[in-house]
């Protein structure tokens, strides 16, 4: 399934330009090892141009052309997007697999997704005409008040590399439907798809400036972003380490800032499951999208009673799983995005192993691929609290296990840990599920399944998750800023000082 890889430039003020620098990184194929085309390194001369242009675009003619414009209009544009991106499916989704190594069919799932949700922020958009000077009920009949809500301005979205596109489009969407200009910077290991959308915005003619792409390195093109004084707002997934120095970035200008960070996920299965069923779910809850997913349900808490049941099963099918180049079909497990991870991964395993652990399935190479950054569905037990493969983010096909005998022992357990995005519990019994889903400190909490995500649905996490949530009506409110306008209609003075001309 050969296909040229476009060579693309950086996308500022609706057009491609070439990094004032003329730096571009490789592409590297993570099934094959092989470098297959090359991207433009943005740096912060660059960075300066596209907050230029996204500033432009927010005040060009007083705002009517964009921020001040309709929704209508903005809802117009998000349309013709996502039927270019349906027209495209294919090629998208060829180009999103060999760029970052997940599966032909996660990936065509993906552009759907991406489609659907710049339609869902299209009818929003044109919701929020209807919301513009909403009343509100005030006590004194002397005032009136309504609402404006006005997009927050020049926004800098910076996104991951394991949802490319998908990503991109839970923030670019939402960004334009509010009324805001963009820049968006992608993660250097996988831009050529957020390229291709800035070519759908080219042939969408979304005005100029609307949505800039700049790709590069993190401290070369995302850190001058983040630190722009002329960037309104930052919105960041990725890794909580990088969150917290777009925070310190940020506070320097009080600049608001949505973070959607790491995660350590639990997925509690009691004893009252359906065995096959509750398996594939833990194993789709973990090694969905080769493992590299924020939200991964990576720790197993066992119910002890069905422990030895369970855990035959969950290595039977953990083996069954078709690891491959991802363009082959069938694929469900692909290489893992680059060689750092690979590496990172594997000594992950090799520490757990030295700490006492036991590699239960997996843990290697898988022998009849030489080549590519591929790592085998792993599963790992006797596994410690205290141990490194228990409390931080692995971000590949890894799974630990535990098992618990008290309902209360397995939410203490799920809650012990520094991160907050999402949790699943897996039982027949409805007010058992009800109860957890209160008591587990998470964003997201999934019933009788693990990983399905709606753009209809909030999704954010807590404590060391990041904050704020993307999605829903609740993304769009991420990018706009609601203002109070009071009106005094008494014909009365107010009649707080006495008026001279009657003294």
Known sequence: MAMAIPHRQLFIDGEWSEPLRGKRLPIINPATEESIGDIPAATVEDVELAVAAARRALTRSKGTDWARAPGAVRAKYLRAIAAKIIEKKSELALLESLDCGKPLDEAAWDMDDVAGCFEFYADLAEALDAKQRAPVSLPMQTFKCYILREPIGVVGLITPWNYPLLMAAWKVAPALAAGCTAVLKPSELSSMTCLELAQVCKEVALPPGVLNVVTGLGPEAGAPLASHPHVDKVAFTGSTETGKKIMTSAAQMVKPVSLELGGKSPIIVFEDVEVEKAVEWTLFGCFWTNGQICSATSRL???????????????????????????????????????????????????????????????????????????????????????????????????????????????????????????????????????????????????????????????????????????????????????????????????????????
């Open 301 to 503: 808490l066992l119910h002890e009673s069905i422990a030895e049941e369970f855990l035959g099963k969950l290595v039977t099918w953990a083996k069954n799983i078709k690891v491959s180049d991802p363009l082959e079909e069938g694929c469900r497990l692909g290489p893992v995005v680059s060689e750092g991870q690979y590496e990172k991964i594997k000594k992950f395993i090799s520490t757990a192993k030295g700490e006492g652990a036991t590699i239960l399935c997996g843990g290697g190479r898988p022998q009849h691929l030489e080549k590519g950054y591929f790592v085998e569905p792993t599963i790992i037990t006797n596994v410690e609290t205290s141990m490194q493969i228990w409390r931080e983010e692995i971000f590949g096909p890894v799974l630990c296990v535990k098992t618990f005998r008290t309902e209360e022992e397995a939410i203490e357990l799920a809650n012990d840990t520094h991160y907050g995005l999402a949790g699943a519990v897996i039982s027949k019994d409805t007010e058992r599920c009800q109860r957890i889903s209160e008591m587990i400190q998470a964003g997201v909490i999934w019933v009788n399944c693990s990983q399905p995500c709606f753009c209809q649905a909030p999704w954010g996490g807590t404590k060391r998750s990041g904050f704020g949530r993307e999605l829903g009506e609740w993304g769009l409110d991420n990018y706009l800023s609601v203002k109070q306008v009071t009106e005094y209609i008494s014909d009365d003075p107010w009649g707080w000082y006495p008026s001279p001309s009657k003294l």
